[in-house]
Structures are given as C-alpha cells and as structure tokens.
C-alpha cells in the first residue's frame, strides 16, 4: 500500500489511555442494574444478561496472569472514523493479556460469521491501519444477526476457530442483536461471550452511561470544515445560498453540532419540525422569511443545514409516506395496478385519486421530481428510502416557488442556490486525536471485559470531556439501555435511540443564538482537523459533548 507522508507520520501516533488501564486492572462491580423502561418485559426477553452490574476499570495492585484465548471481531453497518482503533486497541489488550491470545477479524460485517469467512489479525496487519480511517482492514456490512439459525452457524465457526468471544462494533441496531446473541450463546451453554462497542457518525447511541458514539468527532469535525470553508466562499461572492443536507439518519445531532462549529443562516433540527408539528410550507416560510430579510440588508447569500431525516419527522409527509408505503406495498392490487401504468404522468395521477384527500393535497404540492422520488426508490422492506430523497433540492425549489409569489406581489428580492450532501465526506476521515483514542480505549476495555467473563456488555469511556488520562473505563449491561418498540409490526427490546432532546444544552444553546446567526452573517471557519499542535485545539471534543457534560 502506497503512503501519504500524512499516513506514514500519523501511523507512529500513540493513542492516549486512560490512566486506569496503564498498569495491573482490578474491576469494580455496582449494583444491579434495570432497563430504561418496560423492564418486566426486557427481563422475559433476557433471563441470564438482565440486571447485571455495571462494571468500572481502576488502577489494581495485583498482577493477575489470564489464560490465552482467541476472539473474534465484527464490524457491522455504515462506516464510522476510529474502527481501526477499536481493533487495535483490543488486539493491543488482548496481547498485554496474554501474547498467546489471538484475534480474528470476520470479513464484510456480520456475514462473515454467518458464512465462516475471516482472517487472522496479526500486528503485521493491525500496524497497517493504526490511526486510519475507514473500515477496510476487514470491511463491514450491514447483514442482521436476527435468526437461530445465523447463531447456530457462529456457533460452528467459534467452536473451529477456538474463539471463546465475539465483539461487535455497531450501532444500536447491531448491538442489540449482540446483546440477542449473548443471551442466545449463554443459555446453549456455549461458553461464548459477546461484547459490543459503541460505533456511528450519527451520534444517536448515546445515554447516561455511554457519553458519545465513535466517529461522531471526525465526521461533525470534517462537514463543518467544508461548511466553513463554503461560508467563506458564500461570503466572499455574496451570490449564493447553499443548502447542505448533512447524514444522520433520523437524528439531527450532526446538524446541530455543526451549527454550534459554524453558525450557519438556518439549521433545521428535525425532532424540533416533529414536536411543534410544522409543516412543510411553514418550514419554507421560515426559510424564505430570512431569504428576504437578508436581501434587505444586501446579503444576498446563505447556508441552510438540512437534517438527513427531516422528511419523516414532517407530520404530513410522515402520513404521505405511510400511505405510499401500504399504496405500493409488494403484491397488492394498487401496487400491480400503478406498476402497469405507463407515463409519469398517468403514474402521478393515479396516486392522487388513489390518496386520502389530505395526503393527495401534499403529494400534488410536492415538485414532480421529488413525488416521484417518494414512489420510486423503496427498500428491501417496502419503504421509501428516505435519505435518497434530495429534501435540499425540495426545498430550494419551493423556496423559489414562494419568492415568485411574493415577486409578483412586488418584492424585491435576490436568491439564487446550489444544494450539497455531505455524508460518506465525513464517514472515513482518518479519525480525529478523540476518536482515536476514544476507540483504542474501547478496544483495549473490550479484551479487559472479555478476560473477566463478561458477556452482553458495551464497553464504556466515561468523563470523556477530562483528559484521557482521567477517563473512567468500563462495561455496561446493554440490557439496562433497552426498551420496547414496534419493528416491523412486533414490540420489540431494542437499544432506546437518543434522538436531539429540545431541553438538553446542545439545542438551547443553539435555539439562543440562532435568530442572531439568521439575519447577521456570524459564520465561524473551523478549519480542518488538526492531529499535531496545541491541545486546545487537536484534542478539543465536540461542542454537544462539552455542552451536555460541563454545563449540567
Ligand atoms: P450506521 O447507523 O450503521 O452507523 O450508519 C450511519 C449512516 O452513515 C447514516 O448516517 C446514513 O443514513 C447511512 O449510514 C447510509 O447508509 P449506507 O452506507 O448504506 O449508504
């Protein structure tokens, strides 16, 4: 592999650690611990991980020697900077533990336990990728471990492999199905442990106990580089609106941290449409008001940060699409009837004869692009995909229908717009002096739960806004962060997502600012990452992590 000076220098950088894990390790035990809500029914779904303790890691005075084992390591769903770490910093733990310990690396996500394909990590390997971003050194994919029968084949491969425990590096999603297969494996009597460790760019799993996701650092870090590097290029033509929608799925903490970064003109925060039950054309009002305003003053220019999932969270789109949904559902009569339909035209209206008359009206009010947008692109489960659809470009586009109105009225008023997506940019920067140490910490912590017996833990860096040196390690029982939801027609246990809340600091900090940020141009460039240089500046956490852990 051929390398930039940048990757041969950053290579020799040596993760900061939390204090605690420097020398011999003894553990703490708390209490038992409950789920966040529904915890009878958590407790039936659980019998042998409910109610575990949460474990802490502290500085010990006895040297305690472990047997070798093997492990195995998966990486599952959407890319996020400091995997590489993870997986360093628990082979790094696991050879501190025992240099006979060796560490396996399941290939393309979770199906590579599934299909018994893997490789070796040697330190030949794992130096390769120390620092670096992206998933490559095993790859990952976004295979679910939902059935039995899946568990039944990782049974077979650990039992080959002699691997006595599976870490998984996932999102909310993959590590409830990790806290699933812990529980699976301990009732069969398997003998193997399971151990998740908190991954996405998304920043929504996050709670009492786990403070950040990984990867949430550099991704935030990188979009809003390049939104500062564009406000500066909206500032200087004085032209342009830009609209960037930003990933996150259905949260909208990338939005708002890069907001709190660079100050943009509008952010819109999806849980915020969701809770005042906005509606699209206030949403465009909103947003051409400061248009206007802007042009009155000579600023004829703009950024407007656009959450991935805003469109879900409008209340009468959120209807439009549920009915599409049933509309154009897999082998029902409307769906054959609309698929036998010829033009777009024809296609248009049938849905809206079809439609509720509320849901007609907003289907027709859409621009043709984007309502064909909604019919088209659906997922293995019949749902609108709706990250694909360009609500940037929707917005603009009503935006301009608006001001038209308002022109013919006789208002005078400049706007003129480019549309942006920042999402895959950000998902595998080389990780930021957090993120990576923030992950080695946790690989490190996860071979640590592993050699003491734990199974159906994340592992935990808490205190992460002291300096890594005072970071307080540990595990935490991923049934205690369980509640129950409906997925695909079924309750379900799952990890509670932590969706923006509207009265955490984060949001009202930035609720204070944002009509000031709206009219006057405050844009702030935060410039690229640095990984050299005063810590104030290469260690600095994210604004949310600062604004939800000091200011409590
Ligand atoms: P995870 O939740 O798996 O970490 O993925 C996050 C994410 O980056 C979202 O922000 C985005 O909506 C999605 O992945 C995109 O998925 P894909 O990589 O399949 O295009």
Not at 186 to 212: F, H, R, S, W, Y
Not at 405 to 419: D, H, I
Request: contains cysteine.
């Amino acid at each position: 592999m051929i390398k930039s000076v940048f990757q041969i220098e950053r290579a020799k950088y040596a993760p900061k650690m939390p204090k605690a894990l420097a020398g011999s390790v003894q553990v703490i035990e708390g209490g038992k611990t409950n789920s966040v809500a529904d915890q009878e029914e958590i407790k039936k779904f659980f019998p042998g991980t409910y109610g575990m303790p949460i474990i802490t890691f502290e500085e010990g005075a006895v040297e305690t020697s472990y047997p070798s084992l093997n492990v195995g390591v998966i990486l599952s769903g959407g890319q996020a900077p400091g995997g590489h770490n993870v997986i360093s910093g628990l082979f790094d733990g696991l050879k501190k533990l025992n240099l006979s310990n060796k560490l396996f690396g399941f290939l393309g996500g979770p199906a590579g336990l599934v299909n018994h394909q893997y490789l070796e990590l040697t330190s030949d390997i794992i130096d390769e990728y120390r620092n670096t971003g992206g998933f490559d050194i095993i790859g990952s994919g976004r295979t679910k471990l939902e059935e039995t029968a899946q568990f039944d084949k990782g049974i077979k491969i650990c039992k080959q492999l002699e691997i006595k425990a599976i870490v998984v590096i996932g999102g909310d999603d993959s590590n409830t199905n990790a806290c699933v297969l812990a529980e699976y494996y301990l009732q069969k009597n398997t003998g193997i442990q399971v151990i998740g460790c908190p991954k996405t760019i998304d920043g929504d799993l996050k709670n009492e106990m786990i403070e950040a996701s990984f990867g949430f650092d550099t991704a935030c870090k990188t979009y809003s580089e390049l939104i500062g590097n564009i406000m500066r290029d909206a500032n200087s033509a004085k032209k342009y609106w830009h609209f960037i929608k930003l990933m996150g799925r259905s949260a909208s903490h990338i939005g708002l941290e890069c907001a709190l970064q660079s100050h943009p003109n509008v952010c819109l925060i999806s849980e915020e449409v969701a809770e005042k039950k906005q509606t699209l054309e206030q949403i465009v009002n909103e947003i051409t008001d400061i248009v206007v305003k802007r042009s009155q003053n000579e600023e004829t220019f703009g950024v407007a940060l656009i959450p991935e999932g805003l469109i879900e969270f409008i209340p009468e789109i959120k209807t439009l699409i549920d009915e599409l949904n049933e509309l154009l559902a897999e082998g029902t009569t409307s769906a054959e009837k609309f698929q036998s339909l010829g033009s777009n035209t024809e296609k248009r209206d049938y849905i809206i004869d079809t439609l509720s008359s509320q849901s007609s009206k907003v289907f027709a009010s859409l621009p043709n692009g984007i309502s064909r947008q909604l019919t088209l692109d659906r997922d293995p489960h019949g749902n609108v995909q709706v990250s694909r659809i360009e609500t940037e470009r929707l917005l603009i586009e009503m935006v301009e229908k608006r001001l038209a109105e308002l022109r013919r009225n006789g208002l005078k008023v400049k706007f003129s717009a480019q549309n942006h997506f920042f999402g895959y940019e950000g998902r595998c920067a080389a990780p930021s002096n957090f993120d990576s140490d923030y992950c080695y910490s946790l690989g490190f912590v996860a071979s640590l739960l592993i050699a003491n017996g734990k199974t159906g833990y994340l592992a935990s860096i808490r205190n992460t806004i002291a300096p890594a040196s005072e970071w307080i390690p540990g595990g935490v029982p991923i049934t205690m962060m369980m509640n129950m939801e409906r997925r695909s027609g079924e309750m379900k246990p799952v990890i509670q997502k932590a969706l923006v809340r509207l009265d955490g600091a984060p949001f009202t900090e930035f609720a204070e600012k944002r009509e000031e940020w709206a009219i006057e141009t405050s844009f702030v460039y935060p410039g690229p990452i640095q990984y050299w240089g005063p810590s104030a500046v290469s260690d600095a956490t994210t604004k949310t992590l600062q604004l939800e852990k000091v200011k409590k």
